[in-house]
C-alpha cells in the first residue's frame, strides 16, 4: 500500500506563488510516475501536470504550462509542484497520485492506483 500526503496549500492573492508537496509511503516510490490533479467545487477533476519516474519527463496541461513546475526527489520520496502566478481560476483542492505505469492517457484520473487526501489552494483577486 503507498500512501500520500499532500501540503503546502492555502491562501494567497493573484500573482503570487505556492509550493505543493506530496510525501509518499513505501520503498518503490521511484516506481512510479506522479502527478498532480486539482478539483474545484462542482468540476470534473483535472489533471494538472505528470512526472516520470526518474523525473526525466514532464507534461503539463495547457492551463498551467508557463507557470507550474512539477518536480521529484526520489530519495526523499516526494513530489513537488511550484504553482507561480497563480490566478483565481487555479482555486481548487490539489490532489497528488501514483501511477506504476505511464501511458499515453496520462491525464485520465482512472490511471492512477493512489491518491493523497488533497490540499486546499485559494487564490484570490
Known amino acids: 500500500q503507498v500512501q500520500l500526503v499532500e501540503s503546502g496549500g492555502g491562501l494567497v492573492q493573484a500573482g503570487g506563488s505556492l509550493r505543493l508537496s506530496c510525501a509518499s509511503s513505501g520503498r518503490t516510490f521511484s516506481s512510479y510516475n506522479m502527478a498532480w490533479f486539482r478539483q474545484a467545487p462542482g468540476k470534473e477533476r483535472e489533471f494538472v501536470a505528470v512526472?516520470?519516474?526518474?523525473?526525466?519527463?514532464?507534461y503539463y496541461a495547457d492551463s498551467v504550462k508557463g507557470r507550474f513546475t512539477i518536480s521529484r526527489d526520489n530519495a526523499r520520496n516526494t513530489v513537488y509542484l511550484q504553482m507561480n502566478s497563480l490566478k483565481p481560476e487555479d482555486t481548487a483542492l490539489y490532489y497528488c497520485?501514483?501511477?506504476?505505469?505511464?501511458?499515453?492517457?496520462?491525464?485520465?484520473?482512472?490511471?492512477?492506483?493512489?491518491w493523497g487526501q488533497g490540499t486546499q489552494v485559494t487564490v484570490s483577486s
Open positions: 512526472i516520470s519516474r526518474s523525473g526525466g519527463a514532464t
Open positions: 497520485a501514483a501511477s506504476g505505469t505511464f501511458s499515453y492517457y496520462y491525464a485520465r484520473p482512472d490511471l492512477y492506483a493512489y
